[in-house]
Nanobody, 112 residues
Framework: QVQLQESGPGLMKPSQTLSLTCTVS????????WDWLRQAPGKGLEWMGA???????YYSPSLKSRTSVSRDTSKNQITLQLSSVTPEDTAVYYC??????WGQGTQVTVSS
């Protein structure tokens, strides 16, 4: 059974770099696409970026300058980094195997 579990700091201060990890079980990350999305309070789901089996990455144009998606195949983990966070980056962050498996999401709050 495929399972995804996000983990991260929870609370961030403005200007810091957010780093989230998605730990995958039940399937090799090397053989699938993996995506990161987020949902801010009162807003819809926002796609952030993806990593493909060959390691290539794609990002939302609005977030591209601040976002990086990478993977560690030895740990079967996908990582999201978002730099220079602001309170507008407060959201629940999800990793997904598009679009049949999702993590439960992890809340990230950016506040001074």
């Amino acid at each position: 059974q495929v399972q995804l579990q996000e983990s991260g700091p929870g609370l961030m201060k403005p200007s810091q770099t957010l780093s989230l990890t998605c730990t995958v079980s039940g399937v090799s990350i090397s053989t699938n696409n993996w995506d990161w999305l987020r949902q801010a309070p009162g807003k819809g789901l926002e796609w952030m970026g993806a990593i493909l089996p060959d390691g290539s990455t794609y990002y939302s144009p609005s977030l591209k300058s601040r976002t990086s998606v990478s993977r560690d195949t030895s740990k079967n983990q996908i990582t999201l980094q978002l730099s220079s966070v602001t309170p507008e980056d407060t959201a629940v962050y999800y990793c997904a195997k598009p679009w049949d498996y999702w993590g439960q999401g992890t809340q990230v709050t950016v506040s001074s």
